[in-house]
């Protein structure tokens, strides 16, 4: 049963909040369990039994199937996780020539400081939208 | 063999008729639909047992604690009465669209 658990456990890690994930862990655990108990009596080992079980499961993909909203939801937070890493990779490119050509030029103002604060709404508001696609 | 991609839409109605010919457990409903449709929908157990918990959670079944042959206990599942009435409004749902396919496809259905 511990190894079962265990498998389900890390099998929803990510997904579902505390309490769908744990309806749904016990829910998995049992139905795995009865399956393993179904092998054993018709003579399969139990070592064999579990695994085969695990194998035959599925994976993270196919528990999300079973609720479209959720998957559309992973996919939307992927969509926006990456945003937040291409911003964030744009702006200290910009930042980098900006800072590149203030020193080679004109080192006595720091002036690629006012662009740094400026282009900073970029990843800023990327990130915001990120954490409300998340709650 | 045909994946779970087309016949998504239909799983809860699937699941419930099962349901409705007799109270089972997780393992025996897959076991149910591999032996009618001999293999031919492939439905892993992972997105099987999860569709189960959301139709609980929807209060479509409910499930109870049955004994099993060597002692042990099983998770078994029954339609609820709002089950039966979902699963009217969908079977009426899969006639029109079954009369629909027919009335486009004509005999090639068949």
Same mark, same amino acid.
């Given at each position: 049963?511990?190894?079962?658990?265990?498998?389900?456990?890390?099998?929803?890690?990510?997904?579902?909040?505390?309490?769908?994930?744990?309806?749904?862990?016990?829910? =998995?655990?049992?139905?795995?369990?009865?399956?393993?108990?179904?092998?054993?009596?018709?003579?399969?080992?139990?070592?064999?039994?579990?695994?085969?079980?695990?194998?035959?499961?599925?994976?993270?993909?196919?528990?999300?199937?079973?609720?479209?909203?959720?998957?559309?939801?992973?996919?939307?937070?992927?969509?926006?996780?990456?945003?937040?890493?291409?911003?964030?990779?744009?702006? =200290?490119?910009?930042?980098?020539?900006? =800072?590149?050509?203030?020193?080679?030029?004109?080192?006595?103002?720091?002036?690629?400081?006012?662009?740094?604060?400026?282009? =900073?709404?970029?990843?800023?508001?990327?990130?915001?939208?990120?954490?409300?696609?998340?709650? | 063999?045909?994946?779970?991609?087309?016949?998504?839409?239909?799983?809860?109605?699937?699941?419930?008729?099962?349901?409705?010919?007799?109270?089972?457990?997780?393992?025996?409903?897959?076991?149910?639909?591999?032996?009618?449709?001999?293999?031919?929908?492939?439905?892993?157990?992972?997105?099987?047992?999860?569709?189960?918990?959301?139709?609980?959670?929807?209060?479509?079944?409910?499930?109870?604690?049955?004994?099993?042959?060597?002692?042990?206990?099983?998770?078994?599942?029954?339609?609820?009465?709002?089950?039966?009435?979902?699963?009217?409004?969908?079977?009426?749902?899969?006639?029109?669209?079954?009369?629909?396919?027919?009335?486009?496809?004509?005999?090639?259905?068949?």
């Amino acid at each position: 049963m511990n190894r079962i658990k265990k498998f389900v456990s890390k099998l929803l890690k990510d997904l579902f909040n505390e309490q769908d994930k744990k309806e749904l862990i016990e829910i =998995l655990t049992t139905s795995l369990q009865e399956k393993v108990d179904d092998l054993v009596e018709a003579g399969t080992p139990i070592d064999v039994a579990i695994d085969q079980s695990i194998k035959e499961f599925g994976n993270a993909k196919d528990v999300l199937e079973a609720f479209p909203e959720k998957q559309n939801k992973k996919d939307q937070l992927h969509r926006r996780k990456n945003q937040v890493l291409y911003s964030l990779f744009g702006y =200290l490119a910009i930042v980098g020539i900006a =800072l590149y050509v203030n020193l080679q030029f004109s080192s006595d103002i720091l002036w690629f400081i006012i662009i740094a604060i400026g282009t =900073l709404f970029w990843p800023a508001s990327m990130f915001y939208m990120y954490n409300i696609t998340k709650k | 063999m045909i994946n779970s991609d087309v016949i998504r839409g239909h799983i809860d109605t699937i699941i419930i008729k099962l349901l409705l010919d007799k109270d089972m457990y997780g393992y025996e409903i897959a076991g149910e639909i591999k032996s009618r449709t001999q293999n031919k929908f492939d439905i892993k157990e992972a997105t099987l047992y999860s569709v189960v918990q959301r139709l609980e959670q929807r209060e479509l079944i409910s499930s109870y604690t049955g004994e099993k042959t060597h002692g042990g206990k099983r998770r078994y599942y029954r339609v609820t009465p709002l089950g039966r009435a979902y699963y009217k409004e969908t079977l009426n749902e899969w006639k029109l669209l079954r009369e629909i396919m027919r009335a486009m496809l004509g005999d090639d259905v068949e």
